[in-house]
């Protein structure tokens, strides 16, 4: 919303993308732990994506699970990744995100880049605020407000109505039996409805996992496909502001798409009143969305040049 990826942070966005696969990848990790059957299932839907790939998938797959199907050895790999290695990367991501930072210095609503007005004595920023205590006051009241709410979670709610831990996962896990309804949990769900969306060309199901990866690794190029003239929100125009609105949307209706239960998906398989049964209207609904999800980046160049912006200010407004 304020351009935080645009010059001169192009290198801070990047590594804060890192930062976000990193804790994907944890997140996933952990979420496989448990011994319960939508941990064991999952583990076995998202391993077998790999499988996908051609020539070397099966092998590949063999080669994470560390055997045929997912036993001790695959829950052993799983917790040092969770609990050893991704950590380590994660910290040395925030130790290069904090030297990018300090280097640069933080953006602000406005996009005004402070170190250009400087104090001619101290050269100092005129709009700069000390790190403490205001950064540090404020970091604190929403570290209080999270453990306000992640201790509610854990002590009162832990399952989260079935959002946090499912009914499934309550099940010892049984590789003979499938659970009726296998879906990731809910963070993942608007790229698993992308996976879920695509169908399969030349008889190969890796274009699925593809699209989903090229989902989250779009966001690395925001820096050099976002060409307008200013970087805030504030001071764009009615283009921008529609096109983001429409990708918002598309990313939280896709969320609840990744929620449905692969029962009521299905593939289309011709003739225009297939639309109108509800496992087709799923599907194309997920495939329009993802379509649009990536127009939004696509023709990212096409309406931010073409959007009409608002002056912007020389000083930072709240402190003129």
């Known amino acids: 919303m304020y351009g935080s990826y645009r010059k001169p942070r192009e290198l801070l966005w990047i590594v804060g993308c890192f930062i976000y696969l990193a804790l994907m990848a944890a997140a996933f990790f952990g979420y496989l732990l448990p011994w319960g059957q939508m941990s064991y299932w999952g583990a076995q839907v998202i391993v077998n994506l790999f499988s996908t790939i051609p020539l070397i998938g099966d092998d590949l797959a063999v080669w994470i699970r560390g055997d ?3 036993s001790d050895i695959t829950l052993n790999r799983f917790y040092a990744f969770h609990v050893i290695a991704v950590p380590l ?3 040395v991501l925030v130790v290069v995100h904090l030297m990018a930072l300090h280097e640069v210095g933080s953006n602000n609503p406005d996009g005004v880049e402070i170190k250009d007005n400087k104090d001619a004595k101290m050269g100092l920023p005129l709009d700069g605020i000390p790190f403490h205590p205001y950064y540090t006051v404020k970091d604190l009241v929403g570290v209080i407000v999270f ?8 002590f009162f709610i832990p399952d989260g109505g079935g959002y946090f831990l499912e009914a499934s996962n309550f099940i010892p896990a049984n590789p003979l ?18 996976l879920r969306a695509v169908p399969s060309f030349f008889a190969m199901q890796v274009w699925g996992v593809i699209v989903m990866g090229a989902a989250v690794a779009i966001f690395f190029f925001l820096p050099w496909l976002d060409r307008g003239a200013v970087k805030s929100i504030r001071y764009r125009s009615v283009l921008y502001k529609t096109w983001l609105a429409i990708f918002v949307f598309c990313f939280l209706v896709l969320g609840y798409l990744g929620t449905v239960p692969i029962t009521v998906w299905g593939q289309f398989s011709g003739g225009w009143a297939e639309i109108l049964d509800t496992k087709d209207r799923a599907t194309w609904l997920a495939r329009i969305l993802t379509f649009v999800y990536f127009l939004f980046f696509v023709l990212m160049p096409w309406y931010t ?10 000083r930072v407004t709240g402190n003129r």
């Open 68 to 70: 045929y199907t997912i």
């Open 89 to 91: 990367v994660l910290l």
């Open 147 to 154: 453990l306000a709410f992640f201790s509610m979670g854990v």
């Open 177 to 194: 039996e499938t659970p009726a309804e296998i879906a990731p949990v809910w963070y993942f769900t608007p790229y698993y409805a992308m």
């Open 305 to 314: 040049a073409r959007d009409e912006t608002k002056p912007v200010p020389q």
